[in-house]
């Protein structure tokens, strides 16, 4: 009986845990360290609030009404007066007290009323109000922080559902400083593409900003301010902000490649682009994000396509196992070597779309990077480059140092907390908290480094660190927010200021929508241009891009191997020892990190980057995070049950060589092909069929694994010699397509099996990865027959396995149309 209730209580207490996403080891007086419970979560907050208040009132007591605090000086930080062309200072320095504006919804986020009331007093009292400033700022920029602060906080202000509900008290002055300023920022949209031009001058228009400065603009500049203002024109219910800033953003996107790939930078005169590369960093990060975040705020279909569209694209041919390369465009081919710190916004966009397994991959790579530098170089390079060099190759593998702590890998930590509750994360945020008390904070705010190396500080706190960087960690410990518990499809905009659209409002615009052109008697235009002839009109007979770049043609293969050596690559094997540092604890806990106990690649990204990932002299004390002892023993949960050959669970590094495949349309006869063919069909006993038509395998991608006898494979198992003796060796065409010889999969193999040639796996197709035994079905095109197509590159065998230059593929099978 006393077994029975003894065995009842720790269920319901399992119950609880897993109810909660959190567990309970907090005794009487105070926490045990990461023991996660609530009186822990409760002291993380406040001590996140507490920095926040340090740097806020800094600002207000020594920068107010500048837009910015010098945290190590302690003094304004103000834009360069005496030079306006010195754009880098200027962009974001608009004379408009930038800090506090885009603080008022972390103080509304912390619930602070009576901070939130005054911050919204000092807007009311001393900001321009028609914003007629003598400053050329960045368009973006200044909607992001300036335009998004003040809608978000006049959300807050007038929904009596929130903390800082300001009720009569207010009346409505927040929203009508956004209008002003969104019509200071629209000349910029006077082009003839439709694209905004990246800055303006807020009191004179374009007129006083040179040409220079205008040449070029980002994906993500010219795109993103839709969001802004589409929501300013639900709020005002003036269409002009939405119709013209979605014009641009439909036509950023019209000027995508053949393969759905973005550019990252163009002409906003002509819509030519400035380079062929794109990836999810800087320069086209928001693109995405506003194409999922508008779908959901604004629950538009047009806008989930878009998102559906890129983030395939991008998947097909960006995606590597830990993070989203930078690739050419036109060839899907990766062309640097290197990943940038605002990419560690994505996992947390690919939560919030339901890729959460992804997500976490990816997170995984910049934690890494965190456990490297105690930061986020704003560039890290995956291969080593200037091994020659002058620079110390630590150096070199960081080739711009800098980490103005950015917020997007906190960001990221939040969404992937939020969605999976695993403590893992909360580790994740713990560290960072730790980090920013210790490396980062000032007499008067927050600085960043300006080398993640050396450890060299910058005194600067850019307004996002009061924004975002500590809301989202004041989110995560803080589990009861209001934010969390309301349903009203809330998104964070790209400066992490909350938007939402109630039903009143969006039932008011309905009825009250009109094209309202006003602004125009008031606001400057461009320089010799008849006002009357305004923008707008012009941008609906705007242009539409026709010119593609010209396909290539022919099958190409991309040797991941030489991808490597050349433009920086992926899975490049290393050793085939096994990478799981940790013996198992003794101590069986039943409580869990699902990171930590179930995901067998834990510890795989330090062996394979292992000549890049460097960490810093003055870090050398540092621990993995993940590998804290106390947190290990408390959250891994190791137990005989989960030991694996004597081992902890982690896989062993592959020994086998992987190619990227592209086909392209000189292998059909057909039209080009829907990239979106091809599907998942679960077949509900563990395995996944992809259907795709042969006929349309032009443009589809596939990753190869070459297998050869006694080779570990991706999957972390033996390539046993038994599967080469059961195959077809009919209609071999060229076994040594793919010269295998030199690479390092050949260490480990059985030298009599080795003779027998090669055979290939398919372990992705466009970016989904097949599982193990993951089965590709192909529809047969009549040209294909059993002797070969396309010059003898492709055939099929008695198994009716795919051959690729006569090698056949194990799991593409050739099926009778
Ligand atoms: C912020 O201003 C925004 O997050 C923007 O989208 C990207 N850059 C900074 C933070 O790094």
């Given amino acids: 009986m006393q077994l029975l209730s003894r065995t009842l209580m720790q269920l319901l207490f399992l119950a609880l845990v897993t109810l909660l996403g959190i567990t309970s080891v907090c005794s009487v007086h105070g926490f045990q360290q990461f023991s996660f419970c609530e009186e822990e979560l409760r002291h993380y907050r406040d001590e996140t609030e ?425 989110l995560i410990f803080d589990t009861h927010n209001e934010l969390h518990s309301d349903s009203s499809n809330t998104v964070f905009s790209t400066e992490a200021h909350p938007l939402w659209l109630r039903a009143s409002d969006l039932a008011a615009y309905k009825s009250c929508r009109g094209f309202n052109n006003s602004h125009n008697d008031t606001v400057p235009v461009l320089s010799g241009e008849d006002p009357k002839e305004s923008f707008f009109v012009r941008l609906l007979g705007a242009f539409m891009l026709s010119a593609f770049p010209k396909a290539q043609k022919g099958l190409r293969l991309l040797p991941l191997n030489q991808l490597s050596a050349k433009n920086g690559g992926q899975l490049k094997p290393q050793s085939s020892a096994r990478m799981c540092a940790i013996s198992p604890s003794s101590s069986a806990a039943f409580l869990h990190s699902s990171m930590l106990s179930e995901f067998s690649r834990l510890f795989e990204i330090e062996h394979r980057y292992s000549e890049t990932l460097l960490r810093p002299r003055r870090l050398f004390h540092r621990t993995q995070m ?17 030991l694996h050959d004597g081992m902890c669970m982690c896989l062993a590094a592959p020994t086998t060589e992987s190619y990227e495949m592209l086909f392209s349309e000189a292998l059909s006869d057909l039209e080009a092909p829907d990239a979106r063919s091809a599907r998942q069909v679960p077949l509900g006993n563990g395995t996944v069929m992809h259907r795709i038509e042969l006929a349309v395998l032009a443009g589809v991608r596939l990753r190869i694994e070459v297998l050869l006898p006694g080779a570990l494979d991706i999957y972390g198992r033996k390539i046993e010699q038994s599967l080469f003796e059961s195959i077809s060796r009919e209609n071999v065409l060229d076994k040594n397509m793919f010269d295998v010889s030199d690479t390092n999969a050949a260490e480990d193999q059985d030298s009599s099996a080795t003779s027998m040639g090669p055979l290939y796996r398919a372990t992705a197709v466009d970016g989904m990865m097949l599982p193990f035994d993951g089965v590709v079905h192909l529809l047969k095109l009549s040209a294909l027959n059993s002797e070969s197509v396309s010059g003898g590159l492709l055939g099929y065998n008695r198994e009716n396995m795919l051959l690729i230059g006569g090698v056949p593929v194990i799991n593409l099978l050739v099926d009778e149309a």
């Fill in 626 to 642: 993940e590998l804290n002892p106390k947190f290990y023993e408390t959250w891994s949960g190791w137990d005989q049950a989960k």
């Fill in 50 to 474: 507490q920095l926040f208040r340090h740097a806020y009132n800094h600002y207000v007591e020594l920068a107010y009404p500048f837009d910015e605090v010098y945290p190590i000086k302690c003094r304004a930080r103000t834009r360069n007066f005496e030079d306006p062309l010195d754009h880098p200072t200027n962009d974001v320095l608009g004379n408009f007290s930038a800090t506090l504006i885009d603080s008022l919804t972390t103080l509304a986020v912390l619930g602070d009323v009576s901070a939130f009331r005054s911050a919204v007093r000092l807007v009311e009292r001393d900001l321009q109000p028609d914003f007629s400033i003598d400053a050329t700022v960045q368009v973006f920029e200044t909607t992001i922080r300036i335009l998004g602060g003040l809608l978000s906080a006049h959300l807050y202000a007038t929904d009596p559902t929130k903390k800082v509900y300001l009720g009569s008290d207010y009346d409505g002055f927040l929203l009508q400083r956004a209008q002003r300023l969104a019509d200071r920022l629209l000349p910029a949209y006077s082009t003839r593409t439709g694209i905004p031009l990246p800055r303006i001058n807020l009191a004179h228009g374009l007129r006083h900003v040179p040409a220079t400065l205008q040449q070029e603009n980002n994906a993500a500049a010219m795109a993103c301010p839709m969001l802004e203002f589409t929501m300013l024109s639900y709020l005002t219910h003036d269409d002009k902000y939405r119709n013209i800033a979605r014009y641009a953003f439909d036509v950023v996107w019209s000027l995508k490649s053949k393969l759905d790939l973005l550019p990252m930078s163009f002409s906003p005169h002509d819509g030519t682009p400035f380079n062929k590369f794109t990836g999810t960093g800087a320069s086209i990060d928001s693109f995405y994000e506003y194409a999922l975040k508008g779908a959901i705020l604004f629950d538009d279909e047009e806008l989930w396509d878009t998102w559906e569209g890129s983030y395939y694209a991008l998947r097909k041919h960006s995606r590597n196992d830990w993070f989203y390369a930078n690739i050419d465009v036109d060839s899907g081919q990766v062309i640097t070597p290197w990943i940038d710190s605002l990419s560690a916004f994505f996992p947390g966009l690919q939560v919030l779309a339901g890729d959460l397994e992804d997500a976490k991959m990816k997170h995984l790579m910049f934690l890494k990077l965190w456990n490297t530098y105690g930061a986020l170089p704003e560039r890290w390079e995956f291969q080593p480059q200037d091994l020659t060099g002058e620079s110390p190759q630590e150096l070199s593998c960081v080739p711009l140092p800098w980490y103005p702590l950015r917020p997007e890998f906190i960001e990221s930590t939040y969404f992937l907390y939020r969605a999976t509750k695993d403590v893992f994360y909360l580790k994740v945020a713990w560290t960072i908290l730790e980090d920013l008390k210790a490396l980062y904070k000032t007499p008067c705010g927050f600085a960043g480094l300006q080398n993640v190396v050396s450890g060299e500080r910058q005194d600067r706190m850019e307004t996002f660190v009061l924004s975002e960087t500590l809301k989202y960690l004041y």
